[in-house]
């Protein structure tokens, strides 16, 4: 039985650490359903954030909760470096067979493994959700300065199609990127 996003446990703790590794263990158990039946409905959601943040050649991008590493390998053919973390292992194998030349890893979105101001572009796919904030403030730090944060959330189907929200770096640039 595949799982669906409104169908996911509730990972039934308190800490984002273990709310985190529950929600890898969930979503990866059938995880190739979610990487081949339910991931591709994103495909417009990426288009929009990448086009919106002029992604392409040259951008370093981080999908945060990527998955089986569909938006990032979306990314790759615009011309982007990739990197991805997610709670599933299961799904990170899958972005590593979609995404050869990429960079994935399960890992924590709360305490990314990834220096201060490292990528261009971070973005998360219905992967960071309310009461995550901790998250948005990890996916901030591995922003450059002038880079964006897109981030999409799951919504009622009449809100869902680019609900999506942009938060520009707050530190200017210091020299400005070629676009």
Same mark, same amino acid.
């Given at each position: 039985m595949s799982t669906t996003p409104?169908? +996911?446990? *509730?990972?039934?703790? $308190?800490?984002? $650490? $273990?709310? =985190?590794? +529950? +929600?890898?263990? %969930? =979503?990866?158990? %059938? %995880?190739a359903d979610w990487a081949y039946l339910w991931e591709p409905s994103i495909r417009d959601a990426a288009d929009h954030i990448f086009d919106r943040v002029g992604l392409g050649p040259g951008t370093e991008l981080l999908d945060v909760a990527c998955g089986s590493g569909y938006a990032a390998a979306v990314a790759r053919r615009r011309g982007a470096s990739t990197t991805g973390i997610d709670a599933s292992t299961e799904l990170v194998e899958i972005a590593k067979r979609r995404d050869p030349a990429g960079d994935y890893r399960a890992g924590d979105m709360f305490d990314l493994p990834y220096d201060k101001e490292s990528f261009d572009v971070v973005t998360a796919f219905n992967g960071i959700w309310g009461?995550?904030?901790? *998250?948005? +403030?990890? *996916? *901030?730090? /591995?922003?450059?300065?002038?880079? =964006? @944060?897109g981030i999409t959330f799951w919504a009622r189907v009449e809100r869902s199609i680019?609900?999506?929200?942009? @938060?520009?770096? %707050? /530190?200017?640039?210091t020299t400005p990127r070629p676009r």
């Open positions: 409104s169908e +996911a446990p *509730a990972t039934g703790t $308190d800490t984002p $650490d $273990d709310g =985190w590794k +529950a +929600a890898g263990s %969930a =979503w990866g158990h %059938a %995880a009461g995550c904030e901790g *998250a948005i +403030a990890e *996916a *901030a730090r /591995v922003t450059r300065p002038g880079g =964006w @944060l680019y609900e999506t929200g942009f @938060l520009r770096s %707050a /530190v200017p640039p």
